[in-house]
């Protein structure tokens, strides 16, 4: 056999391999140009961002605020933190006279506004982590039934650290769940108790992390203690007791019994507590000498086991509010608590006084105690009773003794209002002793007027009103009463008649403030 062999086929195929040979090298230099480019552009990336951070640098040091020292900065910074958002503003009308807890206005928020300014530039970042004061000024807001996480429980840390050493306010809330991670969350925070300012918490919470010894809280000013408990405890808790600092305290826990907290009660200026035992709360009562403002939210029910009789008199010289709640009661009488309650207090400074009773359960007004403390506590302008069972004549005695009241005023109060109130109110220049001779302001809502006519409201009205420059006595002397600024009523819709407005309509044209509703 013989083989015939192709040169022409031979050459192209030589020729194809001397190709694919350059077209790889091609591709090799493609890479490689490829691969350089882009170092190159990696590289001028890098440059462009250092320029442009010069650039901002740069930038600020021609704006104004870049001309500030670091001290004015700080100062900025410190308002911005401080300044509430619209809510928050809100809240604090909603509540203005109360105090205030941890949850209210923009205390939370506080830590939000240093983060999100420790993120306009590296700049701020630096002052703002140098500035501990600033990370102090929130409220640190630690739930025990969330998913504790390693880097949450490492940003805590980092938070009481940049904080350190300034004063810090906590809240702490079990939330019904227990968390594995409770004990990482004790080795965090029980380091720093000595420095908590304010102190939130529920019972379970607090009980949770073990016995503090009295004297650990040094510089505590805020405490309050809310929730309900899960736990059965009568151990005295006595961790508070020696806590120089200490000016507000709030019990809001039905389940703890204010007799189990020992604290220096002496130094307190407000006092927010909930306990059944009426008797319980006039003890704490009576040992805080220095109070401003007291709210006690307790039983109309003496119990039985608080001593009541022959309690000497005792003076608390700065309180100037008190409000109670009487709820709890249960579905036997009443036994002596108002009177029990009232009869040792003696309150030279008080302003304001407001009752609130349980719509279900009727009280015994004790007239005579009442009015011996009235005189011990000469100084009341505004009273306001909600679902009080007083009656008129019981009213009138009230008001008889109250010579600086200047506001009234009586909410869902069915046996108070009817004639008897209104000849007391109404006013003749002839009386030298007229009642409530301060009186303005009378706020008469969701009350039952009776079945008589509107004539003696009418009369009282028009002795309490008069225009500017009139109403002189014989003398030259003005009335011995004020006049009345604002009167609003708010009756039954089947008592409402359009002719109660009708005649005092010429004074409201004249310029009594009056509302009807």
């Excluded at 509540?95 to 205390?107: E, I, N, V």
């Excluded at 002596?336 to 400074?349: D, H, I, Q, R, V």
Aim: hydrophobic fraction near 40%; charged fraction near 20%.
């Amino acid at each position: 056999m013989s083989l015939t062999l192709n040169t022409s086929t031979v050459g192209w195929s030589h020729g194809l391999a001397i190709a694919e040979t350059q077209v790889k090298g091609l591709i090799a230099t493609a890479e490689s140009n490829i691969a350089r480019l882009t170092e190159q552009i990696r590289e001028l990336s890098r440059l462009r961002a250092k320029e442009r951070s010069v650039l901002a640098t740069l930038r600020l040091m021609i704006v104004p605020i870049g001309k500030l020292p670091t001290e004015v900065l700080v100062e900025i910074f410190s308002l911005a933190v401080h300044t509430p958002v619209l809510r928050d503003m809100f809240v604090r009308s909603a509540f203005s006279g109360w105090p205030r807890s941890l949850y209210q206005g923009d205390s939370r928020a506080a830590l939000r506004k240093v983060l999100c300014l420790s993120q306009v530039s590296s700049y701020w970042r630096q002052i703002i982590c140098d500035t501990p004061r600033l990370w102090s000024e929130g409220v640190v807001d630690i739930r025990l039934n969330r998913e504790l996480t390693d880097s949450y429980l490492s940003g805590l840390e980092t938070m009481f650290a940049r904080s350190a050493p300034y004063p810090i306010s906590l809240s702490l809330d079990h939330g019904g769940k227990k968390s594995s991670a409770t004990a990482a969350i004790a080795n965090i925070i029980v380091p720093t108790v000595q420095r908590w300012r304010n102190f939130d918490t529920d019972l379970d919470s607090f009980l949770h992390f073990g016995d503090f010894p009295p004297g650990t809280f040094q510089a505590l000013e805020r405490l309050h203690i809310k929730g309900l408990s899960e736990l059965t405890t009568s151990r005295s808790i006595m961790a508070f007791q020696s806590s120089p600092r200490l000016r507000s305290f709030t019990l809001n826990n039905l389940s703890a019994k204010i007799h189990l907290f020992h604290l220096p009660w002496g130094q307190l200026t407000h006092l927010d507590i909930s306990d059944e035992s009426l008797g319980g709360c006039r003890n704490v009562l009576l040992q805080c000498s220095n109070l401003i403002f007291a709210k006690i939210s307790t039983s109309v029910e003496w119990d039985l086991t608080t001593e009541a009789a022959n309690s000497p008199i005792v003076v608390l010289p700065f309180l100037t509010t008190l409000v109670v709640n009487f709820e709890f009661g249960s579905d036997s009488e009443p036994v002596g608590g108002l009177e029990a309650f009232f009869s040792p207090l003696a309150l030279p400074s008080l302003k304001t006084i407001d009752f609130q009773f349980d719509s279900e359960t009727d009280e015994f007004w004790p007239t005579a105690v009442f009015s011996e403390f009235q005189n011990r506590s000469p100084e009341i302008e505004e009273i306001t009773m909600i679902f009080s069972s007083i009656y008129a004549d019981e009213l009138v005695s009230l008001l008889r003794h109250a010579p600086a009241l200047t506001t009234l005023r009586l909410e869902c109060c069915w046996n108070s209002v009817d004639e008897d109130l209104f000849y007391a109110l109404r006013y003749d220049d002839s009386d030298l002793t007229p009642v409530a001779p301060k009186l303005q302001d009378i706020h008469l809502e969701h009350v039952s007027l009776g079945d008589f006519s509107a004539g003696p409201f009418e009369d009282a009205v028009r002795s309490r009103w008069w225009k500017d420059g009139e109403r002189l006595l014989a003398d030259g002397s003005p009335p011995r009463v004020c006049r009345l600024k604002k009167l609003l009523l708010c009756l039954e819709e089947s008592e409402q008649n359009d002719d109660v407005k009708a005649r005092v309509q010429d004074l409201i044209d004249q310029g009594l403030d009056w509302s009807y509703e």
